[in-house]
């Protein structure tokens, strides 16, 4: 079982930037997947960003390609998504998940069904 918990999120104005960060506990960081999902008010939650287990392979959703980064530090147990360049279409809350069993050359989950584990979720707002 993992556990995970969400920070950093808050209130930053447009073209700002912000990092959150997801702390992950419950057992070892590896063969897991980690992945940032958002929903906005009235909408679907929706795929944003997943790193492989040891940070091999990334992708994102096409809108935040070139502004937003996944990382993580798996001597931490944290994995973090960069927001720069942010727009008032990012406002949301953002979730960290993780899917079990995935490793650096397996495809990397995108759905919702495929992750286990969720977060709280924090809260992003872009708004001047």
């Known amino acids: 079982q993992v556990q995970l918990v969400e920070s950093g999120g808050g209130l930053v104005r447009p073209g700002g930037s912000l990092r959150l960060s997801c702390a992950a506990s419950?057992?070892?960081?590896?063969?897991?997947?980690m992945g940032w999902f958002r929903q906005a008010p009235g909408k679907e939650r929706e795929f944003v960003a997943v790193?492989?287990?040891?940070?091999?392979?990334?992708d994102s959703v096409d809108s935040v390609k070139g502004r937003f980064t996944i990382s993580r530090d798996n001597a931490k147990n944290t994995v973090y998504l960069q927001m720069n360049s942010l727009k008032p279409e990012d406002t949301a809350v953002y979730y960290c998940?993780?899917?079990?069993?995935?490793?650096?050359?397996?495809?990397?989950?995108?759905?919702?069904?495929?992750?286990?584990?969720w977060g709280q979720g924090t809260q992003v707002t872009v708004s001047s």
């Open positions: 998940a993780a899917a079990a069993g995935y490793d650096d050359y397996d495809l990397q989950p995108t759905a919702i069904y495929e992750y286990e584990y």
């Open positions: 419950g057992r070892t960081f590896r063969g897991i997947s």
């Open positions: 790193i492989s287990e040891n940070g091999v392979r990334t």
